[in-house]
Nanobody
């Protein structure tokens, strides 16, 4: 299984961007999919997830009301809309996936497949 990421770039504070994460095999509904990010000099941190079956989503406090996950079963992908952007959102964003449900969806080592990462840079 492979993950293909798209989106990102250099943006201004208050603007929006949508990242996409597509899986190469199986149905996206069968996966728990998460987004992590890693800023320079910092550890990779959990941002949000959409759980197996798409029944629920989970966001960290700093992105609630600004980031929105959506599943597209036709494209077999998950998108992450980020709006409005803040400078502190600057990081490399990684999509991660694993088949089935997860008890701890915030843990890096729980995911089997990772995307290549995409840079999001937000200027003030």
């Amino acid at each position: 299984v492979q993950i293909s990421q798209s989106g990102g770039g250099s943006l201004e504070t208050g603007s929006s961007v949508t990242l996409s994460c597509a899986v190469s095999e199986g149905s996206i509904a069968s996966y728990t999919v998460a987004w992590f990010r890693q800023a320079p000099g910092k550890e990779r941190e959990f941002v949000c997830s959409t759980r197996w079956g798409g029944a629920s989503t989970h966001y960290i406090e700093s992105v609630k009301e600004r980031f929105t996950l959506a599943r597209d079963n036709f494209k077999n992908a998950v998108s992450l809309e980020m709006n409005p952007l803040k400078p502190e959102d600057t990081a490399v964003y990684y999509c991660a996936a694993t088949l089935g449900p997860l008890e701890s969806d915030t843990a890096v080592d729980r995911y089997d497949v990772w995307g290549q990462g995409t840079q999001v840079t937000v200027s003030s």
